[in-house]
């Protein structure tokens, strides 16, 4: 039992210390601790988000659009870069979002323990649980709630849900989804509900989502189908055109893929909380998200340097990236033990040289198990091994003093992909690595 006035840290360990060696999947637990906390309804308006990629991005837009509809939101997000505070945050207009503060944490946490009783938890159900708990509280005007894994038996699906937006469907977790895109596909879909709208951002959803939103009896609508995004290019200011049937709105590029820029309007659009024209433009424009295709410009030995973060961590992921750093050579790459690095590296054949950096931790992999799972599919790939995602990077940096840029490039650049650890562990270093001075 956890004393009274722990701090959020403590909490964690806790959280840690509970979470069961050997657990069945389902919502059973989850849904007694959620009824009696009266938790499945945290908002008047519940948004589920769920997808193999683009979830955080497809979730911070929506937040944004809804800012300027002049409605207040609470997000929830997983994992974290560098603080769990960053998994709930509030946003009460379009220059105003906050995280949740440790004494809101530590209560929230506190709620669920009461709430428990004798019911075993896993680590991720008593934060969702935490989530809903803190969200109910800030009554807000619409939740947004991101998927951890899957979707039909993750903790988030317990919630009475007025849209569900499923961004992608691709290869990944598939010791727990199935290892086809049918199965996995099926399991997003089950975020639907009867009657509510179901937007499928995987252009060519695979027939398992499909028959599986049927069954649902969801009002679903498809990418590539029912709305499409289309670039203007006869346009210097324009990047993109939103069209549903003959609605058409023009949009600037932004910061985030376009795919899930679409998603987030369509969903919005489905559930009459689209803002005006000019609102979806500028929510288009503000959307950033820390470790998606974030930029970090540097100077190294008198060259021009520019570090690109992405939690890209499965092939869908790293494909996407791939058309967005065309003159990119140098990468470092840090995985997770249940991820498949040969299919990113595959994703990325642009990149000459790889770093690959060990992570710690009971899931982390290390970087002779990277080097070993690459080499046996892409044996002329050119891969150096490195303990830290520090040591990587400064090796990427020496690697690029030999190099020149690419004509019109804008000076060299190193992409830094793997997972949400890695990004973090990058950001890290960005502050420690002699002779390296932020623009």
Same mark, same amino acid.
């Given at each position: 039992?956890?004393?009274?006035?722990?701090?959020?840290?403590?909490?964690?360990?806790?959280?840690?210390?509970?979470? $069961?060696?050997?657990?069945?999947?389902?919502?059973?637990?989850?849904t007694?601790?959620?009824?009696?906390?009266?938790?499945?309804?945290?908002?008047?308006?519940?948004?589920?988000?769920?997808?193999?990629?683009?979830?955080?991005?497809?979730?911070?837009?929506?937040?944004?659009?809804?800012?300027?509809?002049?409605?207040?939101?609470?997000?929830?997000?997983? $994992?974290?870069i560098?603080?769990?505070n960053?998994?709930?945050?509030?946003?009460d207009?379009?220059?105003s /979002?906050?995280?949740?503060?440790?004494?809101?944490?530590?209560e929230?946490?506190? @709620?669920?323990?009461?709430?428990?009783?004798?019911?075993?938890?896993?680590?991720?159900?008593?934060?969702?649980?935490?989530?809903?708990?803190?969200?109910?509280?800030?009554?807000?005007?619409?939740a947004?709630?991101?998927?951890?894994l899957? &979707?039909?038996?993750?903790?988030v699906n317990?919630?009475?849900?007025?849209?569900?937006?499923?961004t992608?469907?691709?290869?990944?977790?598939?010791?727990?989804l199935?290892?086809?895109?049918?199965?996995?596909? /099926?399991?997003?879909?089950?975020?639907?509900?009867?009657?509510?709208?179901?937007?499928?951002?995987?252009?060519?959803?695979?027939?398992?989502?499909?028959?599986?939103?049927?069954?649902?009896q969801?009002?679903?609508?498809?990418?590539?189908?029912?709305?499409?995004?289309?670039?203007?290019?006869?346009?210097?200011?324009?990047?993109?055109?939103?069209?549903?049937?003959d609605?058409?709105?023009?949009?600037?590029?932004g910061?985030? $893929?376009?795919?899930?820029?679409?998603?987030?309007?369509?969903?919005?659009?489905?559930?009459?909380?689209?803002?005006?024209?000019?609102?979806?433009?500028?929510?288009?424009?503000?959307?950033?998200v820390?470790g998606?295709?974030?930029?970090?410009?540097?100077?190294?030995?008198?060259?021009?340097?520019?570090?690109?973060?992405?939690? @890209?961590?499965?092939?869908?992921?790293a494909?996407?990236l791939?058309?967005q750093?065309?003159?990119?050579?140098?990468?470092?790459l840090? /995985?997770?033990a249940?991820?498949?690095?040969?299919?990113?590296?595959?994703?990325?054949?642009?990149?000459?040289?790889?770093h690959?950096?060990?992570?710690?931790?009971?899931?982390?992999?290390?970087?002779?198990?990277?080097?070993?799972?690459?080499?046996?599919?892409? $044996?002329?790939?050119?891969m /150096?091994?490195?303990?830290t995602?520090?040591?990587?990077?400064?090796?990427?940096?020496?690697?690029?003093?030999?190099?020149e840029?690419?004509?019109?490039?804008? &000076?060299?650049k190193?992409?830094?992909?793997?997972?949400?650890l890695?990004?973090?562990a990058?950001?890290?270093?960005?502050?420690?690595?002699?002779?390296?001075?932020?623009?």
């Amino acid at each position: 039992m956890i004393a009274a006035g722990a701090t959020k840290e403590q909490w964690l360990t806790h959280l840690e210390s509970i979470h $069961p060696a050997n657990i069945e999947m389902g919502l059973g637990r989850v849904t007694k601790v959620a009824q009696q906390l009266g938790l499945f309804k945290p908002a008047p308006v519940v948004i589920v988000v769920g997808g193999t990629n683009g979830k955080g991005t497809t979730t911070a837009l929506v937040g944004q659009l809804l800012a300027e509809k002049g409605l207040t939101s609470a997000c929830y997000n997983s $994992p974290h870069i560098h603080e769990y505070n960053e998994r709930i945050n509030r946003r009460d207009s379009v220059s105003s /979002m906050r995280l949740s503060s440790d004494d809101e944490l530590c209560e929230a946490f506190s @709620a669920v323990e009461s709430g428990r009783g004798d019911i075993p938890l896993t680590y991720f159900e008593f934060g969702t649980l935490a989530a809903l708990w803190q969200i109910k509280q800030w009554q807000v005007d619409v939740a947004i709630l991101e998927v951890g894994l899957g &979707g039909r038996l993750d903790a988030v699906n317990i919630v009475e849900t007025d849209l569900a937006i499923v961004t992608s469907v691709g290869l990944d977790h598939q010791d727990w989804l199935g290892d086809t895109l049918d199965l996995i596909g /099926m399991e997003k879909a089950g975020i639907a509900r009867a009657d509510k709208p179901l937007i499928c951002g995987q252009l060519n959803a695979p027939k398992g989502f499909v028959d599986a939103a049927i069954q649902l009896q969801a009002k679903t609508l498809y990418q590539g189908v029912d709305f499409s995004i289309n670039p203007v290019a006869q346009s210097p200011v324009a990047g993109w055109e939103w069209v549903k049937g003959d609605q058409a709105i023009t949009l600037p590029k932004g910061h985030i $893929p376009f795919y899930n820029i679409a998603s987030a309007i369509a969903g919005l659009d489905a559930i009459g909380l689209l803002p005006h024209v000019k609102g979806i433009q500028a929510a288009v424009n503000r959307t950033k998200v820390s470790g998606r295709l974030t930029h970090f410009p540097c100077e190294f030995n008198g060259k021009s340097v520019t570090f690109i973060l992405d939690v @890209a961590h499965n092939a869908q992921a790293a494909a996407f990236l791939s058309d967005q750093v065309q003159d990119c050579s140098v990468a470092i790459l840090a /995985m997770l033990a249940d991820k498949d690095p040969a299919a990113v590296v595959a994703a990325l054949p642009h990149i000459e040289s790889w770093h690959l950096a060990s992570l710690q931790g009971y899931r982390g992999q290390a970087s002779h198990s990277l080097f070993d799972r690459i080499g046996q599919t892409s $044996p002329k790939v050119s891969m /150096m091994c490195h303990e830290t995602v520090k040591l990587a990077m400064i090796s990427g940096l020496e690697d690029i003093c030999c190099k020149e840029p690419a004509e019109s490039s804008g &000076g060299h650049k190193i992409l830094i992909i793997g997972s949400f650890l890695t990004v973090s562990a990058a950001e890290q270093a960005l502050a420690c690595i002699d002779g390296l001075l932020l623009k």
